[in-house]
Nanobody, 123 residues
Framework: QVQLVESGGGLVQAGGSLRLSCAAS????????MGWFRQAPGKEREFVAA????????SYAASVKGRFTISRDNAKNTVYLQMNSLKPEDTADYYC????????????????WGQGTQVTVSS
């Protein structure tokens, strides 16, 4: 079992930055694909970014590409999401998730989930 805990959310003005962290425990995440998803009020959960186990391959949603960067530190068992140039439409609860093998963009592919951290971007 992998336990995931997100942190780093908060309130930020449009154009600002936040860095989310996802700390894992229970198992090393070095063999897992790690992903970030988000869910805004009244909307479905959507893919944001993912990174493969080595960190060499990443994938981003079109809406965040060029503004967000996913990274991982397997020695610290932690995954990060650097969010720059934030927009009000980025407001959502952000979730960290883990899966085996290949990068996926569908939330149903992921086996382990954190509880989420709230990000609010004011205009």
């Amino acid at each position: 079992q992998v336990q995931l805990v997100e942190s780093g959310g908060g309130l930020v003005q449009a154009g600002g930055s936040l860095r989310l962290s996802c700390a894992a425990s229970g198992r090393t995440i070095s063999s897992y694909v790690m992903g970030w998803f988000r869910q805004a009020p009244g909307k479905e959960r959507e893919f944001v970014a993912a990174i493969n186990s080595s960190g060499r391959i990443t994938s981003y949603a079109a809406s965040v590409k060029g503004r967000f960067t996913i990274s991982r530190d397997n020695a610290k068992n932690t995954v990060y999401l650097q969010m720059n140039s934030l927009k009000p439409e980025d407001t959502a609860d952000y979730y960290c998730a883990a899966k085996y093998l290949y990068i996926g963009t569908n939330s149903h592919e992921y086996d382990y989930w954190g509880q989420g951290t709230q990000v609010t971007v004011s205009s």
